[in-house]
């Protein structure tokens, strides 16, 4: 809650210059009025104003209206403050406003040659650039910079975790690649080749015959569905896949290129790393990793228990954000 050009905190009168709280009025038990701010229970249970007109001042009528707390409004409003939004009664620590459903960030954002890069999702992983991968400020889709990836060895990964694992729900994963080298490129994968129990899905392009193909393993055997596409080298596509209840679909620009129906099959979990730019063909402690893409890549997203796209869309003109 910001505060407005003239803020009253208390009923004397007196001004507190304060830039932004979180106010979370708690009226769940119907036991009276606990005030959390910043997720600390400021003061015993309310039965009246008092609170609001000695600590917090006047707020919008509609805020307390649609939280249930219209006994509590018994002075007129004053505008000090901007409207607030209620988004749930609760006690605790207040949420930073991420999405929950966002696994895995990555804006590649930095300065030109470095070697690391940061997680934008709650989950702050560690992610690791393999080989030659780094930053690079001369191409990006979006920010300051992309990953580039020389075909020899570069890759960035996370380490396997359950948030890779999809299950039968479902999910989105999605990215902007820039091909420099028309080889065989691979965009996502989380696969571990020659072990059936290991082996989720990955995503690549054949460049010899022209096919983007998706593979991925369900409970019930692996599929491989393929599309013709010659893409152009040095343009940065938006790469996605999405599944929806039964329906599985990959799209290249917001055109969905390969659909599937999948009923409630479960994908088969991996314990192999999710990898951006490369595909395991080992079981080894060392794996041989191929297919590995050469380009640029940026913007790349996991959300897990969302279907961001279910439609043909047209993708997103500015930088994802950690909330939406």
């Not at 040659?113 to 979006?142: H, M, P, V």
């Not at 571990?192 to 193909?213: I, M």
């Not at 192999?272 to 191929?290: H, K, V, W, Y």
């Amino acid at each position: 809650m910001s505060q407005g050009t003239n803020p009253t905190y208390n009923g004397e009168g007196k001004t507190t210059l304060l830039n932004m709280i979180h106010s979370a009025p708690d009226k769940a038990e119907l036991t009276g009025y606990k005030p959390y701010i910043t997720g600390v229970l400021t003061s015993g249970d309310a039965f009246d104003d008092a609170f609001l007109r000695n600590h917090l001042g006047r707020v919008y009528y509609s805020s307390l209206h649609y939280a249930g707390l219209d006994s509590l409004i018994g002075d007129s409003v004053d505008g000090s403050f901007r409207p607030i939004t209620l988004t749930g009664l609760y006690e605790g620590t207040p949420s930073a406003g991420f999405n929950a459903n966002l696994k895995l960030l990555l804006h590649f954002d930095g300065s030109d040659g470095a070697t690391t890069t940061t997680d934008s999702s709650n989950n702050e992983r560690t992610i690791t650039l393999a080989g030659d991968a780094q930053l690079d400020t001369a191409q990006k889709k979006f920010g300051t910079a992309s990953l580039l990836l020389d075909g020899n060895g570069d890759l960035a990964s996370a380490a396997d975790d359950g948030d890779f694992d999809f299950g039968s729900g479902d999910f989105t994963i999605e990215g902007f690649f820039r091909i420099s080298s028309l080889g065989n490129n691979t965009f996502f994968s989380h696969w571990e080749n020659g072990d059936a129990t290991g082996q989720s899905f990955y995503l690549v392009h054949f460049n010899g015959s022209n096919r983007l193909r998706f593979a991925y393993r369900l409970t019930t055997g692996l599929v491989e569905v393929n599309y013709t596409w010659e893409p152009s080298a040095g343009t940065f596509y938006h790469i996605a896949i999405a599944r929806n209840g039964a329906d599985l679909k990959v799209y290249i620009d917001g055109t969905a290129v390969i659909e599937e129906s999948i009923s409630t099959t479960s994908f088969v979990a991996s314990e192999d790393p999710f990898r951006i730019g490369a595909f395991n063909d080992a079981t080894t402690a060392s794996p041989t990793l191929e297919w590995l893409f050469a380009g640029h890549v940026d913007e790349v997203r996991v959300t897990k228990g969302e279907a961001r796209y279910t439609s043909n869309f047209t993708p997103t003109t500015s930088a994802f954000s950690d909330t939406a």
